[in-house]
Structures are given as structure tokens and as C-alpha cells.
């Protein structure tokens, strides 16, 4: 079961955590400091950003001596959009609260914007919407949600904010205890209580996590918890479990505790996988200490022994590669990450590019950018949020003034800090140069042409490529809805599949705690309904267990069916024996007498798969055609493209499935007696995979992952050879960035408007869990550049003079040669314009060739910002497409993805295809907002 949880941060409001505490100003407690004397004589008080009651919601206190009238003023999160504006005759009486909430599905509750992590709230005066200036506002750390609330407090007779120790809807805020000093500074030094922190985790090849005790006295862990990604992965320490004053306690695979009061080895519950993290809560369910996600074992040249993740001032700051040390002080490894490109006169704005050198990711979370003046600029520089990584072989660009206020001189020093203060990489220059400062081999040189977040241009070249993952917007609506407001399905879960029949489409759902599986009828509006009879799911049983009702079972987390219309089930481990690695396809009939089915037949694939984790294995299964896979897939022991025949006796497609631990995705032949042959493996990109869908419309396979990565997908298209052509997209801006383990794509029979509905499906949650929104209807026949070949078109790219040069094959159009291209349009229309930008080859003869069958579109000289405009043929066919631009002697200097709308489809400048009504009132907003709004500075002064 995945355990790439929903990432937060807690803190004490005066002593903890500080590294949290980004963007905004900070007190000597670690908080944000509220402006005392604010003018309206009400503050925020409150906020919860999620899993609150009813949900989102924002308090106000009137901390005045008289009445406050608030009508008219509005209310705003971080974005311009869906202002609040408070009624007339809202009044707050002094000492009284006024609460917000957020507004449901059945039109109950006040503002419509959803408050998420790293957000805001702002206040402004009656009729200033989207005003230069709030008159209040807070704003919470970035990559964590403002749980169990974010409230102020008042210190010393100054509000400071910071986590709340438990949310107080109308009532007075809590927070932890703020340590009183001494009263005389001649007594004698008061111990420092003991405390305990997470200082070191291990995931690879063991998993153990370290705790230390910074404080003078022993502290009683009896009762703590730890948890990983997962809410209902929980480990509690035995009773009798003490922390010695300055002394470090490792917890190992076989350390004993408890789960709900059962003596249970902590390999058990949790498994530390490759993109995860580690919480600490106490004996009340309060979070203590959290490592935040991590994305990928830590090694070191590609040792995983050789490797953890620790605290280099031990219990402070943030995690960092290290050497393993368990038991004893800290050792960290410092990052190979060098700065790479100063620009301190010639831009826009000032900025710092640094590079990682190495051959891992770095985790710069909290890390800064200083000048010669650390002391006068300080406050002027801003740590980088939470969940910030830099891959290996990436670029990053500290700018102005996002990253810092002040500006670099004509002779300046530049270094860059880790989140513990400690210089990483430092570069002194005597003055302006005439372009930029560029490293060019072990020297920095002035060069001409800057190539902010990109390769170097030197003389004669050099520099090394980069190798961020590159994530297209959300091909489809950003809008998402909830299916399941009431509970529908338990707690735990997983997949997700379609099934398409002569009665209509089908969505079949899985659980991991039960094996319990569902079936809904499914419409082409993405709404569900349950099929008569399965309101209570059917248990899917291993067949040992056919005798054995009170069998735990196994640990389902993918569904899937065949043409045959049986199902079949992916399970990592039996529930009986969570801390062993199992992985096995389970199939039934679901037309079996319920409420439980017994396998059929059940394939183990555990010797054949990477060796994982108890809890890391097999998180998702996907049944594919051959008609779709032949020619197509690549064949790895055959080294050739897949020919069913070689494999005789097997099912009429291949099961895919996804490994959590490395993120990997195999393809495998089954065959009735339970045999199973492993055919092709592909990687998708991704720190872990969650859900597999075959989308029978593109022609694709969807690999999903959840928060761990931020819900980014890949979009993967079979070519016949070893490297399929991969896409990736972030998630669709209205999904929660939550553990969504299931995915489903619609087919075409559920297709309206040139859309239809796609589904995710939620772990750990026993409401809200099912959520749909859309992808294009396309025209089939493959994903991105793989779509129908079309003509030369008769837009002004298919007017142009012929192509001169031959251009790559579709297959030959990968994430690794996208050249750093850009466009200023995700979605177009046939006939549109778009402006691709290859901002290091300025002044390039070059042409422009659209795939799927690469088509000539126009040949052109870059502009001196290295940009091209070039029009979309008329008869474009729907879908996804690459825009390639090449260089007059045939080389690839970039691409880009677009989606093509289908004609007439109306404005498409988002990736989704909006209604009409909707794009006449955002271009209403647009032109009103644009009298008001002048560039401001996101400086958080809450």
C-alpha cells in the first residue's frame, strides 16, 4: 500500500521548526509577527486548510473595544480568483469571532476558493479585489496545509503565528507551552527538558530510523508513534521505552512494539520506501516531529548502504545525504551543487544558477542565496519551501525578488547556504560583467548570451545537460469534482479500472485493507452509481483461504479486467503477514456468489520482479490488449517488438504492473496453470508508480503517481523499441495533492463535447476518495505526437516554402532532447498561432516540423530572444502533437507539446476546453482586474 502520503509540518510556536517558517518574516520564537496595530480592529485569527469541520474554513477575532463592520470588505486566498466579499450588516463585536467556511456541494457555507498548502489569506477594502496592498493577511509554509490549524497568538503582547496544537472553530487558539526563561540570572541553569527528535532514517537496503534527545534529562517514548506517508501505517514504542538525555535509539526492521495494543515488529506496518517520509506523533495523536517527503533512496554513487538521510546539527534542521551513522553523531556528505551563472546587471532582475553536479538529487529545501553583507541582508533573503529538489544534473535559479531582496553589486560575493546556515558554494567577481558570469569549465567567464535554468553557452560549448523532470500542464480540465461526499468505500483506497460492455461502461474499484472490491455504472459526466447488489463490495479471497472467512487476506492495491470480463486483483503481501514481500495476481469471476470470491487462479511474480520492501511491492495492475501491444511493445528478451505468438498459451493480452519501490512498470504473460514469463520493462520517470490505465482512446499508458511526486503522471507511447516516447504532466490544478492511488481514463462511448470523464481514487479516506474530471475526447490512435497523420495543413505554417531537411522519426522525439524549448500555449485551436522559444540558439536558421507523421509547418530565422511564431493547420486533427524545431543543417534543437482543440471548440489557452459562458466572464474579470493590478512583490508580512 502506498505510503506517499499528504506532506504537512508541524512546529512550536516559539521554539520548533523554524526551518518551516519560509517567505514570510520571523520573530525570535520562529513565527511570523502580525502587524499589532491593524487598522480595522479585527485580525485573522484562524485557519484550517484541510480536514477541517465541515472543511476549509477562516476565523476572525475582534480584538477592539467596539463594534467592527466588516461589510463589503473581501476576502481572498493567493490567487485573483473567486473573491469573498462579506455581506452587508456584518458585524463583530469586541472579543467576538466571526467564521468563514468554506462553501459545499449543496450551496451551504461563504467563499468558493479552496484553501491549500503554502497558501493565504488576504483582506482587503470593499471594492479593492485583488488590491496592491492587503490590509491583513498570513500566509502559511509552503508544501504543508495549515493542519491542525494556523493561528495567532499573542506573545508578549505581539500576535506571532504558527501551528496550533488543535483547531478551536470560534474559541481561543492553543499552542504549545513557550519555555519560561530564568527570572534571575544567577540561579543556577534550569535543565532543558528532554525532548526527541527524528535524526536519521534509512530506507535502503534496511530500514531503520534514529531518534535523539537534545535535552538534559531522559524522555519516556512509551506510547509514541511512528508513521510514514500512510495514516493507518502506525507503530507504537513498547512501554518502558526511554530516551537517555543526549543519547540517540535506533528502531530497526525487528524492534517489538505495538499496533492496537498487539506486539508487532515494526517492519510489519511500515515499509521506508523511495519516495516517503517519517512522522513522530505523541500518546494524544500530535504530530512531534516530521522528516518531510523524500523523493528517492539516498545513496551515494549509487550505494544505497553507503547512504541515509539525517540532520547535520544532530535533532536540528533540515534532512541532508549523510553517511550512516545509527546510534551515534551525524556525518553529512556535502552536495556537489555548484554555482553555475550570476546575473547582476543585465536582467530584469538579479539572479544566482546553481547546478548539481552529482549523480543523485539534493533536497535544497530551506537553503538561501547571500551577498557580501550577511548581517545587513539577513532578513532579505528567503529560504526555498519545503519539498524543494534539485536533480541531478538540474539547474535551479535563485531570483529576485522571490529569493532574495537585495541586489548584487559591481564586485560582489555570492554563496550559497544548506537550511543549517552552512555555505555551500561560494563565487567572488570584481565587477559587472558586460553579459553574465558563467562557469565555464573550472573558471567563470563573461559570456553574452545568458541561459538562465539551462546548459551554458561557452565558447566552443560546454556545460553539462540538465535533467529536472519537465511536467506539461494537465492536458485536460482543471476542474475536478468529489463523487463520494458520503462514504461509499472504506478507508484504504487503491485501484481503479473501466470495463467497457454491451450495457455501458464500468468503473471497478479496490481496497487494500479488505481485498473488497466494488462495481459502479459509470456516465459520460463522470458521475457513478453504484450496481445493484455490490453496495457492500465482494471480498476477493487467496485460495488457501477459501476455507478461512477470518483470513486477513490479501493486500490488494491494483484492479483490472480482461476481455473475458473476469477480474483480477494485484496484491503486495497476504494481511496476515505484513512484513513479507508477496507479489501475486489474484483472479475471479465477480459474477460469483458473494460476499467473497475466491481466486481462481493466482500467479506469484515476486521472484520475478525487483526485490522490494514488505510494503513496496506491486501497487497497480493493468490489462492491455495484444491487439494494442503488437509491434508496439518492445520485447526485452526477444530484443525485438512483442509478437504474441512467442508466447504460446497465454491470456490474450499482458498484465502491466507498477512497483512502488522504484517507481518501474512490467509487462507479463500469464497463463492458466499459473505460470508467468516476464515480457518488457519500462520506466516511466517517476519516484513511484500508484496506477496503471491503458487510455483505449489515445492509445497510451497512463503511469500515475501520487504526493510523493506531487501527482505528476506519465503518458507513455508504445514505439516498437526499448524507448517508448514519454510525456509527463503535472496533476489538474483542482486535485488535491493527496494519495491518489487510482486512476481510470473513459473510452470514447463516454465521450460529450470533445470531452470525457477520467477518475482518481483516494487512500485513506472514508469519504471524498472518488474524484473525476476530464480529458479530451482526441481521435485515438495514440498519445503525444502519435496521433492521426495529417496534410501540410492551409494555416500559414503549411504555406511556407518545402522543408529542406529530413526530420527524426516520431519515436526519436523524447524528454531528453526537448533542448529547454518553450511555448507560450499549452492548448490551441486549429488556424491558432503559437510562439515556441529556444532562448539559447537566438538568431537560428531553423524549421518547424508537427508530429504525430512529422509535417512541415514553416521555416523561419529566431528572434534575438530566440522565439518563432507559427500557425496551427486549419485541419489539424484533435488531440495531443509535438511542435519540433530543427536547425537549417537537420539538427533537433527542441521541442514542445501542444493540444490541439477540435474545431471550433472556442478559446483554448489552458489545456482544458472551457465553456463559453465561462470564457466570456474570465475575460470580464480579466479586463476589469487589469485597471487595478500592479506588480507587487509576494512578500508575506502577515
Not at 17 to 46: H, K, M, Q
Not at 250 to 270: K, L, S, Y
Not at 299 to 310: K, S
Not at 730 to 748: K, M, S, V, Y
Request: hydrophobic share 40%.
Amino acid at each position: 500500500m502506498s505510503r506517499l502520503r499528504r506532506g504537512f509540518a508541524t512546529t512550536a510556536v516559539c521554539a520548533m521548526s523554524a526551518t518551516l517558517l519560509l517567505a514570510v518574516p520571523t520573530t525570535a520564537f520562529g513565527a511570523t509577527a502580525v502587524d499589532a496595530a491593524a487598522p480595522l480592529g479585527v485580525r485573522i485569527n484562524e485557519v484550517v486548510s484541510n480536514g477541517g469541520s465541515p472543511d476549509d474554513w477562516i476565523e476572525f477575532y475582534n480584538e477592539s473595544d467596539a463594534d467592527v463592520d466588516l461589510s463589503g470588505y473581501i476576502v481572498q486566498d493567493n490567487s485573483e480568483k473567486n473573491p469573498y466579499e462579506f455581506p452587508a450588516g456584518t458585524i463583530v463585536t469586541p472579543g467576538g469571532y466571526l467564521v468563514l467556511d468554506t462553501l459545499s456541494d449543496t450551496g451551504e457555507g461563504d467563499f468558493d476558493f479552496g484553501l491549500g498548502k503554502g497558501d493565504s489569506v488576504r483582506v482587503f477594502a470593499p471594492g479593492d479585489a485583488n488590491g496592491a496592498e492587503p490590509l491583513l493577511q498570513t500566509a502559511w509554509p509552503e508544501g504543508m496545509h495549515a493542519v491542525p490549524s494556523w493561528g495567532a497568538q499573542d506573545v508578549d503582547g505581539e500576535p506571532v503565528w504558527g501551528l496550533t496544537t488543535a483547531s478551536t472553530k470560534g474559541a481561543e487558539n492553543t499552542f504549545e507551552a513557550i519555555p519560561e526563561e530564568p527570572e534571575e540570572p544567577g540561579e543556577p541553569e534550569t535543565p532543558v527538558a528532554g525532548s526527541v527528535r527524528i535524526n536519521e532514517v534509512d530506507s535502503q537496503p534496511a530500514d531503520w530510523v534514529e531518534f535523539y534527545n537534545p535535552g538534559d534529562v531522559a524522555f519516556d517514548l512509551s506510547g509514541y508513534e511512528i508513521r510514514d506517508n500512510s495514516e493507518d501505517h502506525r507503530w507504537q514504542f513498547a512501554p518502558g521505552t526511554t530516551l537517555d538525555a543526549g543519547g540517540f535509539l535506533v528502531v530497526e526492521e525487528g524492534t517489538i512494539g505495538g499496533v492496537d495494543g498487539v506486539e508487532t515488529a515494526f517492519r510489519d506496518p511500515i515499509g521506508i520506501g523511495s519516495a516517503d517520509r517519517i512522522r513522530l506523533f505523541d500518546t494524544s495523536g500530535a504530530l512531534v516531529d516530521d522528516t518531510l517527503t523524500w523523493e528517492g533512496h539516498a545513496a551515494i554513487d549509487g550505494d544505497f548502504a553507503a547512504a541515509t538521510l539525517a540532520r547535520c546539527i544532530d535533532g536540528e534542521g533540515a534532512f541532508a545525504l549523510a553517511m550512516p551513522t545509527p546510534g551515534a553523531s551525524n556525518v553529512c556528505v556535502a552536495p556537489d551543487v555548484v554555482i553555475n551563472e550570476i546575473e547582476s546587471n543585465g536582467d530584469a532582475t538579479d539572479w544566482v544558477e546553481v547546478f548539481n553536479a552529482g549523480a543523485t538529487a539534493v533536497d535544497i529545501s530551506g537553503w538561501t542565496v547571500m551577498d557580501s553583507d550577511p548581517i545587513k541582508h539577513a532578513a532579505e533573503t528567503t529560504p526555498l519551501p519545503a519539498g524543494t529538489v534539485l536533480a541531478a544534473g538540474g539547474y535551479f535559479v535563485f531570483d529576485q525578488p522571490t529569493n532574495f531582496d537585495f541586489g548584487l553589486g559591481g564586485g560582489d560575493t555570492v554563496t550559497v547556504r544548506d537550511a543549517n546556515g552552512k555555505p555551500v558554494a561560494e563565487h567572488v567577481y570584481a565587477d559587472h560583467a558586460k553579459g553574465v558570469w558563467a562557469r565555464c569549465g573550472d573558471e567563470f567567464i563573461d559570456v553574452a548570451l545568458s541561459t538562465k535554468g539551462a546548459v551554458n553557452v561557452c565558447e566552443g560549448g560546454g556545460g553539462d545537460d540538465g535533467g529536472e523532470l519537465e511536467l506539461d500542464t494537465w492536458p485536460g480540465s482543471a476542474d475536478v469534482r468529489v463523487l463520494d461526499s458520503a462514504p461509499m468505500f472504506l478507508e484504504d483506497s487503491s485501484g481503479l479500472d473501466i470495463q467497457e460492455t454491451a450495457d455501458g461502461a464500468f468503473l471497478w474499484a479496490v481496497d487494500n485493507g479488505e481485498g473488497r472490491i466494488w462495481k459502479l455504472k459509470a456516465s459520460a459526466d463522470g458521475s457513478v452509481s453504484m450496481v445493484d447488489g455490490w453496495a457492500d463490495g465482494k471480498r476477493v479471497r487467496f485460495q488457501k483461504d477459501a476455507d478461512a472467512p477470518g483470513a486477513a487476506g490479501p493486500d490488494t492495491e491494483g484492479i483490472t479486467t480482461d476481455a473475458e470480463g473476469l477480474v483480477y486483483v494485484a496484491s503486495e503481501r497476504d494481511n496476515s503477514a505484513k512484513g513479507v514481500n508477496q507479489n501475486n495476481i489474484l483472479q475471479v469471476d465477480p459474477n460469483g456468489a458473494g460476499p467473497d470470491l475466491v481466486a481462481l487462479t493466482e500467479w506469484d511474480l515476486t521472484a520475478l520482479l525487483p526485490a522490494v520492501g514488505a510494503n513496496l511491492g506491486i501497487e497497480a495492475v493493468e490489462w492491455v490488449p495484444d491487439a494494442a501491444l503488437t509491434g508496439k511493445l518492445f520485447d526485452d528478451a526477444a530484443q525485438a517488438a512483442y509478437d504474441p505468438a512467442t508466447y504460446a498459451g497465454k491470456n490474450a493480452g499482458l498484465f502491466f504492473v507498477a512497483v512502488e519501490d522504484n517507481g518501474g512498470v512490467y509487462a507479463f504473460a500469464l497463463t492458466a496453470d499459473g505460470s508467468a514469463q516476464l515480457v518488457s520493462s519500462i520506466d516511466p520517470g517517476l519516484a513511484g508508480v500508484m496506477a496503471l490505465d491503458y487510455d483505449s482512446v489515445l492509445g497510451v499508458l497512463w503511469a500515475v503517481c501520487d504526493d510523493g511526486c506531487q501527482g505528476a503522471s506519465a503518458q507513455i507511447t508504445l514505439n516498437g523499441t526499448a524507448q517508448p516516447a514519454i510525456a509527463h504532466f503535472a496533476r489538474a490544478a483542482g486535485l488535491p495533492d493527496i494519495n491518489n492511488e487510482g486512476f481510470a481514463t473513459a473510452p470514447a462511448s463516454l465521450a460529450t463535447d470533445g470531452q470525457r470523464p477520467v477518475w482518481w481514487f483516494a487512500d485513506g479516506f472514508a469519504s471524498e476518495a472518488l474524484r473525476t474530471g476530464t480529458l479530451p475526447a482526441g481521435s485515438g490512435g495514440g498519445g503525444p505526437g502519435e496521433g492521426p497523420g495529417e496534410g501540410p495543413g492551409s494555416g500559414d505554417g503549411g504555406s511556407q516554402p518545402g522543408p529542406s531537411i529530413e526530420p527524426l522519426p516520431g519515436d526519436a522525439i523524447v524528454d531528453g532532447n526537448r533542448g529547454g524549448a518553450t511555448v507560450d500555449k499549452s492548448s490551441v485551436a486549429p488556424g491558432e498561432k503559437v510562439t515556441i522559444t529556444l532562448a539559447q540558439n537566438p538568431g537560428a536558421d531553423v524549421e518547424v516540423w508537427m508530429y504525430s507523421d512529422p509535417t512541415f509547418l514553416t521555416d523561419g530565422t529566431l528572434s534575438a530572444a530566440g522565439a518563432i511564431t507559427v500557425t496551427i493547420p486549419k485541419d489539424a486533427a484533435a488531440g495531443a502533437h509535438r511542435l519540433a524545431v530543427y536547425s537549417a543543417d537537420g539538427e533537433l534543437l527542441g521541442w514542445v507539446n501542444i493540444q490541439v482543440t477540435a474545431a471550433g471548440g472556442g478559446l483554448a489557452t489552458t489545456g482544458s476546453e472551457l465553456p463559453a459562458a465561462a470564457l466570456v466572464l474570465a475575460l470580464g474579470l480579466l479586463f476589469a482586474g487589469a485597471i487595478a493590478v500592479t506588480l507587487r512583490r509576494r512578500r508575506q508580512t502577515a
